[in-house]
Structures are given as C-alpha cells and as structure tokens.
C-alpha cells in the first residue's frame, strides 16, 4: 500500500511514525515532508497548499491513501479533489474544514445549536467593533474569522490594546483577509485542555486528552507560539468531565455539522476551558494539532491507519481506537528569536543520542548535504513516553538536553503545571 503525507511539521512526523509501523504500508510519500521525515518517507517537492500539484502527483503514482494534515490544504478542498479522481483521504472536505477556517462560522454554529462556548459577537465594520468596546468588561478576546498560523487570538487586558488589536486586524491587515471579519468574545477562565477526536460523521472516538504550552517563555510569559511543548494525558481532565463533554459538546457538534450539510470526517479537535460554569468551547481544529500530535500518537495503541481509513468509509464505530494508560511528554527545541525574528540553517547534532531514549520529532529541518540543519521557528519535538508523567516529563528533558544547535530556545517548565495540579 502506497500512502501519501500532506505536511511538513513535527505533526507529519509524528503521524508518519505511527502510520509506518503498519505492515501494509509499502512506501510512505510526505509532500513536501522535512528532514527528519526523509528516513521514514520519500519526500517530494510540492507545498501543502498546492492542491493540484499534490492531486495530479498522487494520481500519477497510484497513490492508495492520502492523509491531509494541516488546516490550509483542508480549508483549500483537498480532500474533496482527492476524492473526485478516486483517491481516498483522511480529513474533512471544504465544506466541513470551514469549522476552522472561519471562526464566525463556528461561533454561530456553537449559538445555533446550543454548545457552550464563550458569549460573543461578530463584526467586519471597525467602527462597529470599536463601539462594541464600550460595551464589554475586560480582559477580552479578539479573533480574526479566518487562519492565522494559530496567531490570530488576541487576550486584551484593557480597551486601548483591544482598539488596537482590532485596527492591526481590519485596518492594517496583519493576518491578511483572515482579519477582515473578527470575533470579539468573553474571557473565560480555568483550565485549558485539548482532546483530539475521530469522526467518521456517525461516531465519535476522542484521543486521550492533553495540555498545550503556548507562550514562548517560561512561567507562561512571552508571547504566544504554535506551541513551545505539550504533555499528555491532561490531569485536568476527569472521567466525568470527560463525559459530560461528551454528552455536551462532541456527540453535539458532530450532530450540528450533519444537520447543516457538512458532516465532518477526520480529526476534530476540541480546544476546551474547564470554567466554573462547566467545559466551553474556546476554538474547533479540521485536523490533529500540534504539538498535542506529538504526545498523543505515541500512546495510541491501535493501528493509525486503520482507524484513518474508518473515519473515511464510514467504519469508525467498528474500529478499535484504544490508548496507553500511561503519559507523555513533548519538549519543543526553537531557534532563539521565534515567534518573532529567528535564523535557520544551522547543523544540528545529538540527534541519534537523544533518540536512545526518546522520540525526536522534525519540524523546521531539512536536509542540507547530508546534514540535518535548522529551517523553521520550532524544529523539534523531543517526546518521551514512561509510566507517569513526572517519569515522562524528566526523560523527555533528559533527551532534549543531549541536542544543540545556535541560537537553540527551549522553555524549561513543560508539565510543571500539569504536575502540580496532578498533586492537588
């Protein structure tokens, strides 16, 4: 079997890894792929977003699966022409992507339906917005509508940042178009979990639970990133809240985008606030995240592949989904400077040390005369896997600390938190 990876971040490497280790799998493409993708898969030279180029190539080389991993490719309708030359793939069509793809969208369908998520309201007039201002208590959340590389949430302490958060989004253009249109919504508190889930349109099979690490520094300070690391499963997240979001939000929300014409198949992923008024949705994902791929996969126990194809063909229900009961822990290696100004290119040693005794994840790598060298603001992932999180968190550190490069950043406090509130 001949499968196609759509992507080229520690997320891809991450799935590449586990989808390897079906015996069915053949060969192992990733479009365009990274440098340390290059030991599991040929890489070959397409951008994620180039729907054509990757459709036209995978039809040419009898490609029998695709997996779309990131957001653009998925909001562009790759899927969707995949499928209409006979090419099965993992995750949403456009039509049901659109759940990311434009935060007004899933706002209104939260509203629409009755799942809980934070009071809100939308404009695409500056004027508008600003008045709305005066109207609101602070702190408050300004949204671009569309993608934004996962940069387009602004937390403003007081008015005059929210005015200026707006007027960087609808009038200076920031984010592009994705800005044309924003969110302005409560600020919830509590503890924030992710959970990744399966969905074939008919059933819902969520991944173990984890917690994401966005700030750039230490002590959750600095400015937001992609992710600066992530540790699974979330203590936060009990047994019964695990039901009640269930019962509330995953069975809902795949029901809401059935009776709305757009039933959802793929990852759907579940950004949530645990506030003292119960779980709310803060934000949906059409695909897995990262880095929360990087611990979640690892633990997972039944075959990647085979559950991707269920959720294509409509078998999920019949599909063993079955996790690890123990934890992990995902360490994220930047060039100094990210997310802001950052220089790539540099050689990359202690790869093959830290990977004794843990999982190195490329992400801002490539290949470079036969030397791994830096290309990205994050570019590794260092995960580590154990019994318990404080065992996973610890080897993970041990791993990350065997690699170097210039300029090399890494927050020294992933999992602390989670360990803390484990303790309570």
């Not at 408050?140 to 929210?162: E, H, M």
């Not at 700030?215 to 047994?239: H, K, Q, S, V, W």
């Not at 003292?276 to 075959?303: A, M, W």
Request: charged share 20%; hydrophobic share 40%; with cysteine.
């Amino acid at each position: 079997m001949k499968v196609l990876i759509v992507g080229g971040g520690g997320r891809e490497h991450a799935i590449a890894t586990k989808i390897a280790e079906n015996p069915q799998v053949e060969k192992l493409y990733a479009a365009p792929g990274n440098g340390g993708m290059a030991s599991i898969c040929e890489c070959v030279p397409f951008k994620a977003t180039d729907v054509d180029g990757i459709v036209g190539w995978a039809r040419q080389n009898a490609i029998d699966f695709v997996v779309v991993a990131p957001d653009d490719p998925l909001c562009l309708g790759m899927v969707d022409a995949l499928e209409a030359v006979g090419i099965p793939a993992f995750g949403p069509k456009a039509n049901a992507a659109v759940i990311e793809g434009s935060k007004v969208f899933s706002k209104n369908l939260m509203k629409k339906y009755g799942i809980p998520t934070a009071a809100y309201e939308t404009f695409d007039d500056f004027d508008a917005a600003v008045g709305y201002l005066d109207t609101v208590s602070f702190p408050i959340v300004v949204k671009a509508d569309g993608l934004a590389l996962g940069k387009g949430v602004l937390i403003c302490p007081d008015k005059a940042s929210a005015v200026e958060a707006v007027e960087g989004m609808m009038k200076e253009a920031k984010f592009g178009a994705s800005g044309s249109r924003v969110v302005i919504e409560e600020f919830l508190t509590g503890p924030e979990v992710s959970v990744l889930a399966f969905t074939d349109g008919k059933c819902v099979k969520p991944m173990v639970s984890s917690m994401d690490h966005k700030r750039a520094l230490d002590n959750d300070e600095g400015l937001n990133t992609g992710g600066m690391g992530t540790i699974a499963p979330n203590p936060c997240y009990t047994p019964d809240l695990a039901a009640r979001c269930m019962e509330e939000i995953f069975v809902p929300t795949m029901n809401a985008m059935n009776a709305e014409g757009r039933t959802f198949r793929g990852c759907l992923y579940f950004g949530l606030m645990m506030t003292p008024n119960g779980p709310k949705v803060i934000e949906y994902n059409c695909r897995f995240g990262d880095p929360e791929t990087q611990v979640v996969l690892p633990l997972l126990k039944s075959d990647l592949l085979t559950i991707m194809q269920a959720t294509a063909n409509g078998t999920l229900e019949e599909t063993e989904v079955v996790f690890d009961d123990g934890a992990a822990c995902c360490v994220v290696l930047a060039s100094g400077g990210y997310p802001v100004s950052y220089k790539s290119g540099y050689p990359i040693s202690g790869l093959d040390k830290a990977g004794e005794t843990a999982t190195v994840f490329h992400a801002g790598t490539k290949l470079a005369e036969g030397q791994i060298v830096t290309s990205g603001g994050r570019v590794l992932g260092v995960t580590a896997t154990a019994e318990n999180l404080e065992k996973a968190v610890a080897k993970a550190y041990e791993a990350a600390e065997k690699i170097s490069f210039t300029d090399l950043h890494k927050r020294m406090d992933i999992g602390q938190r989670a360990l803390k509130e484990a303790k309570v």
